[in-house]
């Protein structure tokens, strides 16, 4: 079964930086599509960056510039920098994953920045 294990939310002032990292387990197999998301209280969940098999990347557009998302396909990995943090960045994170055309989410981290 696999499970993603997150780590690396937390509070933070505006400008600053946070990392987030997700470790996936129970499968010895690549991972093809890596993602986190966010959902802020009484939003929809937000796709903010995906990393493909190759390394190829996608951002929502106001996580740009800020944001970089990475993998470690050796250690079936997928990590988040945050720079520059807003206090719209504010909100629950989740790493997303899709293994054998099944889709599997971590539990969620809070990410607060806030002065």
């Known amino acids: 079964q696999v499970q993603l294990m997150e780590s690396g939310g937390g509070l933070v002032q505006p400008g600053g930086s946070l990392r987030l990292s997700c470790a996936v387990s129970?499968?010895?197999?690549?991972?093809?599509?890596m993602a986190w998301y966010r959902q802020a209280p009484g939003e929809q969940r937000d796709l903010v960056a995906r990393?493909?098999?190759?390394?190829?990347?996608d951002y929502l557009d106001s996580v740009k510039g800020r944001f970089t998302i990475s993998r470690n396909n050796a250690k079936s990995s997928v990590y988040l920098q945050m720079n520059s943090l807003k206090p719209e960045d504010t909100a629950v994170y989740y790493c997303?994953?899709?293994?054998?055309?099944?889709?599997?989410w971590g539990q969620g981290l809070q990410v607060t920045v806030s002065s």
């Open positions: 997303c994953v899709v293994h054998r055309q099944r889709t599997f």
């Open positions: 129970g499968t010895s197999l690549l991972i093809p599509h």
């Open positions: 990393i493909g098999p190759g390394g190829a990347t």
